[in-house]
């Protein structure tokens, strides 16, 4: 919405002459449109809620906020796909963050979480899919490729020897 | 020597280049799409979001007549753009509950005023903990749920005109 203002207020905004460069008629009427238009959009902003209770607030047991740390940085944020939810400043991730400590607060172990999540959003919100027929690959590729590159790397070496006479 | 390995290296680069231009052109399916279909909706009870009307559980899903569910939030864009199919949907008799995502009353009221009221029940669900329940990964979304409680459908994103139909569709089906 702020976006659209801008856009519509530098192109009516009166004033500049037209001997000014271009660029910097355009740089000085954003910014004075962005002026005018930030404090209108202020509200829009205030109408999301606060962030959950345990979102940005650790748990008071370190040994259990550990446990949850350790699992967040494991978990897919779902809105913004390449991040974890530890890392992640999006709503959702806050959520889901606030959702992780309640849980392992109450007792129950990371794994058990994990599952919860799994079951509701499949392997993909797991940083550390479980081994499975489709994620075999993804634990055997490595290991074809290391044996592959020894492979390369012994036959390179045997060939720099100087032949035997 | 195995002049034939001097190749392999070209072989690989010709692979990737295959899997990034197939990839291109029809970029790969990145939805996450919610693994509850086909399982009973979670239990959990959200009080209203607007005083005066009623808030949503898990037993007002299983009442033995199918219903929408709609994930939504007044801050949404493209809820707002999925609204009169909400409304088109709701004419054709289709009952429709609603889960209201991190919102508050005077911007839902407002919402529901500028573009429609679709919903019988709206929940509120201020830390998203029933959105995550259901596997929904955003707003919108909206699961078709049969009269015994399982979800039998998921729509991920907007609903836009020509999906109209198959939820109607799926909606029947349930019955």
Same mark, same amino acid.
């Given at each position: 919405?702020?976006?659209?203002?801008?856009?519509?207020?530098?192109?009516?905004?009166?004033?500049?002459?037209?001997?000014?460069?271009?660029?910097?008629?355009?740089?000085?009427?954003?910014?004075?449109?962005?002026?005018?238009?930030?404090?209108?959009?202020?509200?829009?902003?205030?109408?999301?809620?606060?962030?959950?209770?345990?979102?940005?607030?650790?748990?008071?047991?370190?040994?259990?906020?550990?446990?949850?740390?350790?699992?967040?940085?494991?978990?897919?944020?779902?809105?913004?796909?390449?991040?974890?939810?530890?890392?992640?400043?999006?709503?959702?991730?806050?959520?889901?963050?606030?959702?992780?400590?309640?849980?392992?607060?109450?007792?129950?172990?990371?794994?058990?979480?994990?599952?919860?999540?799994?079951?509701?959003?499949?392997?993909?919100?797991?940083?550390?899919?479980?081994?499975?027929?489709?994620?075999?690959?993804?634990?055997?590729?490595?290991?074809?490729?290391?044996?592959?590159?020894?492979?390369?790397?012994?036959?390179?070496?045997?060939?720099?020897?100087?032949?035997?006479? | 020597?195995?002049?034939?390995?001097?190749?392999?290296?070209?072989?690989?680069?010709?692979?990737?280049?295959?899997?990034?231009?197939?990839?291109?052109?029809?970029?790969?399916?990145?939805?996450? $799409?919610?693994?509850?279909?086909?399982?009973?909706?979670?239990?959990?009870?959200?009080?209203?979001?607007?005083?005066?009307?009623?808030?949503?559980?898990?037993?007002?899903?299983?009442?033995?007549?199918?219903?929408?569910?709609?994930?939504?939030?007044?801050?949404?864009?493209?809820?707002?753009?999925?609204?009169?199919?909400?409304?088109?949907?709701?004419?054709?008799?289709?009952?429709?509950?609603?889960?209201?995502?991190?919102?508050?009353?005077?911007?839902?009221?407002?919402?529901?005023?500028?573009?429609?009221?679709? $919903?019988?029940?709206?929940?509120?669900?201020?830390?998203?903990?029933?959105?995550?329940?259901?596997?929904?990964?955003?707003?919108?979304?909206?699961?078709?749920?049969?009269?015994?409680?399982?979800?039998?459908?998921?729509?991920?994103?907007?609903?836009?005109?020509?999906?109209?139909?198959?939820?109607?569709?799926?909606?029947?089906?349930?019955?």
């Amino acid at each position: 919405m702020a976006e659209c203002a801008v856009k519509t207020v530098s192109g009516t905004l009166p004033g500049f002459r037209a001997s000014a460069p271009l660029l910097l008629r355009q740089i000085i009427a954003t910014s004075a449109a962005a002026s005018l238009v930030l404090p209108l959009a202020t509200p829009a902003a205030a109408q999301s809620r606060p962030p959950a209770p345990y979102a940005n607030v650790q748990l008071s047991d370190p040994a259990k906020e550990a446990e949850a740390t350790a699992l967040m940085a494991t978990l897919r944020c779902l809105v913004c796909q390449g991040q974890a939810i530890v890392d992640s400043d999006a709503d959702m991730a806050g959520d889901m963050r606030s959702l992780v400590r309640q849980r392992i607060a109450a007792g129950e172990s990371a794994d058990e979480v994990r599952d919860w999540l799994i079951a509701r959003y499949g392997d993909y919100v797991t940083y550390d899919p479980p081994m499975s027929a489709v994620t075999i690959p993804l634990w055997l590729t490595p290991l074809a490729l290391l044996a592959l590159g020894i492979w390369i790397a012994s036959a390179s070496f045997r060939r720099r020897r100087p032949p035997r006479r | 020597m195995r002049r034939w390995l001097l190749w392999l290296p070209l072989v690989l680069f010709a692979l990737v280049v295959v899997f990034a231009v197939r990839e291109l052109r029809k970029p790969s399916d990145r939805t996450v $799409y919610s693994a509850m279909v086909g399982k009973p909706v979670p239990d959990f009870t959200l009080p209203p979001i607007l005083s005066g009307r009623p808030g949503l559980s898990a037993a007002d899903l299983k009442v033995g007549q199918p219903r929408l569910l709609n994930i939504f939030a007044s801050w949404c864009v493209p809820c707002i753009a999925e609204a009169p199919q909400l409304m088109k949907l709701k004419a054709m008799g289709i009952p429709i509950d609603a889960v209201a995502i991190r919102d508050s009353e005077p911007a839902i009221a407002q919402f529901l005023k500028r573009h429609g009221d679709p $919903y019988a029940r709206i929940g509120d669900d201020r830390d998203s903990r029933v959105q995550l329940s259901l596997g929904s990964s955003g707003v919108p979304e909206t699961f078709v749920i049969d009269g015994r409680g399982i979800i039998v459908k998921q729509h991920v994103g907007d609903i836009r005109d020509e999906d109209v139909a198959a939820l109607a569709d799926a909606w029947r089906n349930a019955r």
